[in-house]
T-cell receptor
């Protein structure tokens, strides 16, 4: 069975600094995908970034990058130049293949990030 | 562009009552999902529908039923609500394009069972 572990329940970062949110995973499937979602206090789930298991380069999307270390089974999210609006809950998730083209996600327990002045 | 729309946003039930959460997407996605979110536990998959006409169990299906009414709509039914079903419920949809097959989520439905 797939497992996602986020060991940091809460993190603080100063505005304009970079922060790394940790995520480790476990799977026996050689083909998988890793996702990060942001959940602000309003409650919606916002997709941030995706990394496929066969992708050669680390994914980047604006200020977000994914530090993918396949041998260590880690997929850490790096947020550069933090902004107050980055304060939110962040979830790491792994895709398990479902029936047909369905994409079943297993989520970690999340990390609450607080950006301070 | 509405994306994924869930109704109702809030609901309070008494133990034993039934209700249906409705979900509709306007992105022509093939696959749809129902997740629940409990404090400290992340999101857990209840049921999913890979395509119109199919439904499959996820990690926590007990106490729920689903119906894929058509390609747009996927409903979640609680036949006899229990306090353990107090949670925030999210509907999502996805389609396999090139690469990620990202799930797009609705805004969530907060359910309280007394």
């Amino acid at each position: 069975a797939q497992k996602i572990t986020q060991t940091q329940p809460g993190m603080f970062v100063q505005e304009k600094e970079a922060v790394t949110l940790d995520c480790t995973y476990d799977t026996s499937d050689p083909s998988y995908g890793l996702f990060w979602y942001k959940q602000p206090s309003s409650g919606e789930m916002i997709f941030l970034i995706y990394q496929g298991s066969y992708d050669q380069q680390n994914a980047t999307e604006g200020r977000y990058s994914l530090n993918f270390q396949k041998a260590r089974k880690s997929a850490n999210l790096v947020i550069s130049a933090s902004q107050l609006g980055d304060s939110a809950m962040y979830f790491c998730a792994m895709r398990e293949r479902g029936r047909g083209t369905a994409s079943k996600l297993t989520f970690g327990t999340g990390t609450r990030l607080q950006v301070t002045l | 562009n509405a994306g994924v729309t869930q109704t109702p946003k809030f609901q309070v039930l008494k133990t034993g009552q039934s209700m249906t959460l409705q979900c509709a997407q306007d992105m022509n996605h093939n696959s749809m999902y129902w997740y629940r979110q409990d404090p400290g536990m992340g999101l857990r998959l209840i049921y999913y529908s890979a395509s119109e006409g199919t439904t499959d169990k996820g990690e926590v299906p007990n106490g729920y039923n689903v119906s894929r009414l058509n390609k747009r709509e996927f409903s979640l039914r609680l036949e006899s609500a229990a306090p353990s079903q107090t949670s925030v419920y999210f509907c999502a949809s996805s389609d396999r394009g090139a690469g990620a097959n990202v799930l797009t989520f609705g805004a969530g439905s907060r359910l309280t069972v007394l």
